[in-house]
């Protein structure tokens, strides 16, 4: 190509497209992993029993007080007893209470649970222990604390094993801390305190209701009918024929990956969308380039023709050249735009991932902007007449 | 080799139609060397255009190797010229910022002809124009007009044509490198037996040819041998 400077003014609007388009799709991306990773550090094969009507996603953190009393601590045993596919069950019962210690206090939530909570929720103490069997046997009054719950209650960095805190004035011994999950939006694990499930329902709530039942399943494929066979055992327990009617709802944490999934991906695909007009006016660009240069060869295309060359060696000819410049263009789009979305990972904090399928499709639809743009030009040229074009000046 | 019968050719633009030949007739046989003559406005350089396949005739029969090529399409048109007809321009329309060796080499990329081929018949075609061998290697735009002709001969000949037309070769040369392209004609024409039909306006040059025709207002005045034939110079690598 003769003129460098053109031809690569009119490349920078297939790299600005091709490097928006490859940032754009790589911030929906990261945006998705990052959910997605979030709902899965609740826990793996998960899936969630609430009490009352069916709700919709997000409503996952339940407090105790003012929702429905229609599970028990009694259906939780049965699912565990009945059902073979449960790996593991975890019921709670929790609420919002003041808590203080020695000159502090804060309010937070009070989860009573079983030692199972800590599998089935993938919760690791990073000091003490975790509630045991025996603490639920005999309903001891202990706690074991988030390290949000620590630095609020005790400050940053104190040991808080051993101490006394008082949960709505009763007196808990705390005999664990969580290891930090971070996070917030689904209810920070890190600003929680769990306590003995019997412990809460006869020193706090005062009865046998649970405010969730997580129930982990043996393994991934089989949580679709995990979820059937505890409907129906619950649906029979509490005497429901009728499933709309249920008196609980089950929340899958494979569907909840799923529609987040969809909704991020609905998202990338608007991000790229929008990134991909720049792309059609970078398009606009060459055929206009194009365009130009046919008419500065006119007189070279005439002499081509008059040696033998057909209607279809001309168009081919000035499609390549567009497709080289398209091509070119796509590449250093590519680079740029993964040299973008790094800096904003690096420098903005928002997660990015630059996938491979992404990196082939934008080298495709850079070809294929050259192709579509740069058929007109290529039309034209190969259309002229050749004793008009020879006589050109 | 070439038989013209009756060719007319009328442009019509709207309602205006102008009758540009008005009935050609003649026929030229292998070897020959023949001037088109004429005024601008004769219509010689529409007849060469037709004669070349660039242009159809609106009405006549035109066979060239005894085929009748008046009435065939865009691409078969190409595939003729491609093999059969070697140009020559006044301006010598060659491919700037591009060597002598590939400007030669065009028709023999055209023509499907294998690239390590194709630098072996395009020097072959370069010698036999005369261009120095050290220009090669240069690029079109740095040489002189009577190399840059001669580059142009040597392209019309890559193809080994039947038949090589010149429109004006010298008109955009000086007298004494036209007398050099025109013995490079002449040459061409009695060693190889090249018909070569070159188109002119000037008597003078036209007499280096074998046989005249002239044409005015688009019919043929006279058509005959050149008594006063002039000898070119010839000017060797």
């Given at each position: 190509m003769a003129n460098k400077a053109r031809s690569g003014l009119t490349i920078l609007g297939i790299v600005i497209g091709i490097g928006s388009?490859?940032?754009?799709?790589?911030?929906?991306?990261?945006?998705?992993?990052?959910?997605?990773?979030?709902?899965?550090?609740?826990?793996?094969?998960?899936?969630?029993?609430?009490?009352?009507?069916?709700?919709g996603i997000g409503s996952q953190v339940s407090s105790g007080r003012g929702s429905s009393q229609t599970l028990t601590l009694a259906d939780a045993e049965a699912v565990k007893q009945q059902?073979?596919?449960?790996?593991?069950?975890?019921?709670?019962?929790?609420?919002?209470?003041?808590?203080?210690?020695?000159?502090?206090?804060?309010?937070?939530?009070?989860?009573?649970?079983?030692?199972?909570?800590?599998?089935?929720?993938?919760?690791?103490?990073?000091?003490?222990?975790?509630?045991?069997?025996?603490?639920?046997?005999?309903?001891?009054k202990v706690a074991v604390i988030g390290p949000t719950v620590r630095v609020d209650l005790f400050g940053e960095g104190v040991d808080p094993l051993g101490k006394t805190i008082k949960i709505n004035k009763i007196e808990f011994k705390v005999i664990g801390m969580t290891k930090e999950k971070g996070g917030s939006g689904f209810s920070n694990q890190d600003d929680m305190i769990f306590i003995p499930i019997s412990t809460a329902q006869k020193f706090l709530t005062g009865n046998d209701y649970l405010s969730t039942m997580s129930i982990q399943a043996v393994d991934e494929k089989s949580m679709t009918e995990l979820q059937n066979q505890v409907s129906a055992l619950l649906l029979s327990r509490h005497g429901i024929t009728d499933p709309t009617k249920a008196d609980f709802s089950i929340m899958n944490q494979a569907d909840i990956v799923s529609s987040m999934s969809t909704v991020t991906q609905t998202l990338t695909l608007l991000l790229g969308a929008i990134a991909g007009i720049s792309l059609v006016v970078g398009g606009i660009g060459i055929m206009n380039m194009m365009l130009t240069t046919v008419t500065e060869r006119t007189r070279e295309i005439g002499l081509r023709k008059a040696i033998g060359a057909k209607k279809k060696d001309i168009t081919v000819q000035f499609l390549s050249e567009a497709v080289a410049l398209t091509f070119i263009g796509g590449v250093i789009g590519i680079i740029l735009g993964w040299l973008a979305s790094l800096a904003m990972t690096r420098f903005a904090g928002i997660t990015t991932t630059v996938s491979i399928p992404s990196v082939f499709l934008a080298i495709g639809v850079s070809g294929a902007i050259g192709i579509i743009f740069g058929y007109y030009p290529a039309w034209r040229a190969a259309k002229l007449n050749p004793i008009d074009a020879l006589r050109y000046e | 080799m070439i038989d013209c019968k009756n060719i007319v050719k009328t442009y019509s633009t709207g309602s205006i139609s102008t009758t540009i030949l008005k009935g050609v007739s003649f026929k030229i046989e292998e070897g020959e060397f023949v001037a088109i003559m004429g005024p601008s406005g004769s219509g010689k350089s529409t007849l060469m255009n037709i004669l070349g396949l660039l242009d159809a005739p609106t009405s006549g029969e035109y066979y060239l190797d005894g085929h009748d090529v008046s009435k065939l399409n865009d691409d078969e048109l190409a595939d003729i010229r491609k093999n059969k007809i070697g140009f020559v321009f006044q301006s010598f329309n060659l491919l700037k910022r591009t060597t002598v060796l590939r400007n030669v080499m065009l028709p023999l990329v055209y023509a499907g002809v294998k690239s390590k081929e194709r630098e072996k018949i395009a020097v072959a075609a370069l010698i036999h124009s005369g261009l120095e061998k050290q220009h090669y290697n240069h690029f079109s735009n740095q040489l002189s007009g009577g190399q840059m002709q001669r580059v142009a001969i040597a392209r019309a000949l890559v193809n080994n044509p039947s038949l090589i037309l010149a429109d004006e070769p010298t008109g955009n040369l000086d007298s004494k490198t036209g007398e050099i392209v025109l013995g490079t004609f002449q040459d061409l024409n009695e060693k190889q037996n090249r018909t070569i039909i070159l188109i002119t306006h000037e008597r003078e040059v036209a007499e280096y040819t074998n046989r005249i025709i002239t044409i005015r207002d688009g019919e043929i005045v006279e058509d005959k041998k050149n008594s006063r034939r002039k000898a070119g110079s010839v000017s060797r690598p």
């Open positions: 388009v490859i940032a754009m799709v790589s911030i929906g991306q990261g945006v998705q992993s990052s959910i997605t990773s979030s709902i899965e550090s609740l826990g793996s094969n998960l899936i969630m029993v609430q009490p009352g009507t069916q709700r059902i073979s596919l449960v790996g593991n069950v975890a019921p709670e019962a929790s609420s919002r209470y003041q808590i203080t210690a020695k000159g502090t206090n804060t309010n937070t939530q009070v989860v009573g649970t079983t030692t199972a909570y800590s599998i089935v929720r993938n919760v690791s103490v990073a000091s003490g222990v975790f509630i045991s069997d025996q603490n639920v046997n005999n309903s001891a | -």
